[in-house]
Structures are given as structure tokens and as C-alpha cells.
């Protein structure tokens, strides 16, 4: 894991009742709407050629808007006749979805409506009604997993350190519209804290799996759960728990204080706009260690035996050794002869 200044590509997946999408070649900068939709109830049957009385086959000569339109309650949708006029409005705010094949119209009112942003500065290079594909240069920085929509807004440090958990008490409404950095913890109640202020994100080292749950539900995992709802973003970088950020990943997010950034929470990134120049990074990644030395190793007192894979208090399901104290991962014991 480390920081690179490269051609990036996001793909944005649209939900069902788009109504536009940008064309192929159009330049967006992070945080453009790049489609717009809306989400739609169960259809309300309009009877429509009986009660015009014409023949089905003849409906679409006498309807005066076209199905995929949308009309406001009292729309006129169809009419017959000139001194004797016949005609059927619109019963609820909606849009025409269907024709029926006994000539009945079918409305699906709206329930809400959605919009999706760019989350890069650049060029859509794909676009139709599955997704929309945007490619760019930017700093990035790859996490672990996010949670939440995608967020846009200037990065904000206010961790007092790369080892430091992020404080409720520095969080307040200064901070709204703003990406905040963490250092190595990000509970549920600066997350939520950090929501309700009208922070864009938060970025941490790690996020505790039962604040996570406590956040966004009991069916969230260690996967990353990508969203359009209205709760609040969260990427953790390293994992879950508490996860102090190396230096190599903590300086440059420093550095960035100020600068326009994004988070794609499907891929789990952090993009950052400022110049190619803007960070000397090696091409070396950052090395992740559980502990500094060997010193700070530990014996196990007791018995200690194989358990087979189980599932970690992070959600993470891995090979453990039981031992007195519980299971730990067995990657983290070695035996020494």
C-alpha cells in the first residue's frame, strides 16, 4: 500500500429509473453529476382506451406523451374528438412505463430521486444504463474497504498523530463538507458525530467491526458495504480495530491537508487532486508489522492447540491457535525450537 500519481478509472454503477447519462468523451471534474434517476413505486393502471373509446392498436395515435415521460397529476396523457372530446389525465405524480395490450396505461409514481457523481477529474471513457466509467490522473491511495456513498470535499487532518484515535471533541460543525483524516482508530460515535456535523467522510487506520456494525447495521462486513443512502462514509486504510498509519501513508495525507479530494467506496480508494509534483514517494510500499521487534513478542503460558479456521472478531475467517486466553490468528504464532 502505498501512494501513486497515475491514470485511474472509477467505475460508477447506476440503480434502476435512470433518466440521463453523460456521453462517451465528456470531460467531468470530481463531484459532477454524471446521472441522474428516480426510484418508482407499484404502477397504478390508468384505463385509457375503453375509456376513450378507441382500439388498442389505435392508443398510440391519440396519447400525447410518450411512455418513459414524466408528468405531474392532472397531465393530460391521451385525447379523442374535437367537439365531443374525450380525454384521460393523470391520476398521481409519475412516469408512463407501460402500454398495456388491452390499451390501459400503467404509472409508477415516484418515490424518490437519486443522483451520481464523479468521483475522479477526467473523461468518461464508458457510459450506458449499467454504469458509468470515468478515467483520470490523481494521487491515489488503495484502502482495505469503504462504507457509505462516495464523498467529495477538501481533506481535513485533525488527528493529533498517525497513532492517535480520532476524538469526538475535535469534530464540529467547522468541519462540514469536509473529508476528515483520522489517525489509527475512528469509533461509531466520531463517525456519527462527524455525519451529523455534515462532514463528508472519515478516513482512519482501522474502524472497530462492532462500531462498524453499530453504524451501518448488523449485515455490514469486512468487504466494505457501498451505498447511495443517507449515512455516513467511512475507508479504512489498513483494517479494522486499531491500526496505527505509517509514516509513508500519514505524511502525504499531511501534506494534502487543504486539497480537493474523493473517496470511491466500491474500490475502496482515496483520490487526491493536486499537482504530479506535489509528493517525492518512493517506489517502495509501506511494510505493515504487528509488532516493532521481536521484544515485543510474547510467550504463551499453557496449552495451545490447532482450532482450524474460525471467524475473528474483525469478520476476518482464518486458520487459529486456541489457547487459555481464546483464539488468536495462527499466522501471528511462530514456534521457536
Avoid at 482464518?318 to 495462527?330: F, K, L, R, S, Y
Amino acid at each position: 500500500m502505498s501512494w501513486h500519481y497515475r491514470e485511474w478509472s472509477a467505475e460508477h454503477r447506476l440503480p434502476l429509473g435512470l433518466s440521463r447519462y453523460p456521453e462517451v468523451g465528456q470531460v467531468v471534474r470530481a463531484g459532477d453529476i454524471i446521472a441522474a434517476g428516480a426510484t418508482y413505486g407499484v404502477p397504478v393502471r390508468v384505463p385509457t382506451a375503453r375509456r376513450l373509446g378507441v382500439a388498442p392498436s389505435d392508443l398510440p395515435g391519440v396519447l400525447r406523451v410518450s411512455v418513459g415521460a414524466e408528468v405531474e397529476r392532472g397531465t393530460l396523457l391521451a385525447r379523442t374528438g374535437r367537439r365531443f372530446v374525450r380525454a384521460v389525465s393523470a391520476p398521481i405524480d409519475g412516469r408512463v412505463v407501460h402500454i398495456r395490450a388491452d390499451g390501459d396505461l400503467e404509472l409508477a409514481p415516484i418515490i424518490d430521486r437519486w443522483i451520481v457523481r464523479s468521483t475522479l477529474d477526467g473523461t468518461v471513457t464508458a457510459s450506458d444504463d449499467l454504469a458509468v466509467t470515468v478515467e483520470g490522473a490523481a494521487w491515489g491511495l488503495q484502502g482495505v474497504a469503504g462504507y457509505g456513498p462516495d464523498a467529495f470535499g477538501e481533506l481535513n487532518l485533525i488527528a493529533e498523530s498517525a497513532s492517535a484515535d480520532l476524538a469526538p471533541s475535535r469534530i464540529d460543525v467547522r468541519q462540514r463538507g469536509r473529508i476528515l483524516v483520522g489517525g489509527a482508530r475512528s469509533g461509531a460515535e466520531a463517525i456519527a458525530r462527524a455525519h451529523a456535523c455534515g462532514a463528508a467522510g472519515v478516513i482512519a487506520g482501522a474502524v472497530p467491526a462492532g462500531g462498524l456494525r453499530v453504524v451501518f447495521g448488523d449485515d455490514v462486513s469486512a468487504q466494505g458495504s457501498p451505498s447511495r443512502a443517507d449515512t455516513p462514509t467511512v475507508l479504512c486504510l489498513l483494517g479494522f480495530g486499531h491500526a496505527p498509519l505509517p509514516s509513508a501513508i500519514f505524511a502525504p495525507l499531511a501534506k494534502f491537508a487543504g486539497s480537493r479530494a474523493a473517496i470511491h467506496t466500491e474500490s475502496a480508494r482515496l483520490f487526491v487532486f493536486a499537482p504530479a509534483d506535489a509528493l517525492q514517494v518512493t517506489l517502495e510500499p509501506a511494510s505493515l508489522a504487528l509488532v516493532a521487534d521481536w521484544g515485543a513478542l510474547r510467550s504463551l503460558d499453557g496449552a495451545a492447540s490447532q482450532a482450524g479456521e474460525i471467524e475473528f472478531a474483525s469478520e476476518v475467517v482464518g486458520d487459529a491457535i486456541m489457547t487459555a486466553d481464546g483464539p488468536i490468528p495462527a499466522a501471528n504464532v511462530k514456534t521457536l525450537v
